[in-house]
């Protein structure tokens, strides 16, 4: 099946400053990948689809100027949280969707904002 | 509205117990059900897919059910062992776009 890996898995940052996350599809061309949120002890919750090429479609409450998504290769898209707040301070995975088959996950990563 | 519901939130059993997670949906159209083993700090991991017509689906010791007529579903899990103990997430694929509506999860910690 698909591998999907992010980097970093974990990271600490003071407010006001921006993160990046990359997420890479390691044997599967991605023209779709998916960015998604999960607070402790809730489910995940898309944040936006992101897609090679062109811009990502974000879903609604979503900033798309605070979370900037760029999906510049068929294995690469990145998520920027720009000016991070202690509420943006969450776990962010990705994941790739090979059709109508099962999603693949990413391992996730842990942003916390102090 | 699309909904996914999971019974129960938590659930801890001894090891070598079964055990039978619930999964009721009100989603349409309906195009496919999915679990999912979450590990702590993991992404989750796929565990089934089933479409409408496929009432049982095994990977290993857990299998799935799906009753499309009640929109509900289960996931029983033969024979536990300690690294069971994960977050088991249904998510329901919806209609041609394939959104997913993700249930909020059943936390299953099986002890020795």
């Known amino acids: 099946g698909a591998v999907v890996s992010q980097h970093p898995s974990w990271v600490i940052c003071k407010s006001g400053t921006s993160v990046k996350i990359e997420c890479r599809s390691l044997?599967?061309?991605?023209?779709?990948m998916f960015w998604y949120r999960q607070f402790p002890k809730q489910s995940l919750m898309l944040m936006a689809t992101?897609?090679?090429?062109?811009?990502?479609?974000?879903e609604q409450g979503v900033e798309k100027d605070k979370f900037l998504i760029n999906h510049a290769s068929l294995t690469l898209s990145t998520l920027t949280v720009t000016s991070a707040h202690p509420e943006d301070s969450s776990f962010y995975i990705c994941?790739?969707?090979?059709?109508?088959?099962?999603?693949?996950f990413g391992p996730g990563t842990r942003l916390l904002v102090l | 509205k699309n909904q996914v519901e999971q019974s129960p939130q938590s659930l801890i059993i001894l090891e070598g117990k079964n055990c039978t997670l619930q999964?009721?949906?009100?989603?349409?159209?309906?195009?496919?059900l999915r679990w999912y083993k979450q590990d702590t700090g993991r992404g989750p991991v796929s565990l089934t897919i089933m479409t409408f017509s496929e009432n049982t689906k095994s990977n290993g010791r857990y299998t799935a059910t799906l009753d499309a007529d009640t929109k509900q579903s289960s996931l029983h899990i033969t024979a536990s062992q300690l690294s069971d103990s994960a977050s088991y997430i249904c998510v329901v694929s919806a209609g041609s776009t394939d959104k997913l509506i993700f249930g909020t999860g059943t936390r299953l910690q099986v002890f020795p």
């Open positions: 992101s897609n090679e090429g062109s811009k990502a479609t974000y």
């Open positions: 999964c009721n949906y009100t989603v349409s159209p309906f195009s496919n």
């Open positions: 994941s790739t969707d090979r059709g109508r088959e099962t999603q693949y």
């Open positions: 044997d599967f061309q991605a023209t779709t």
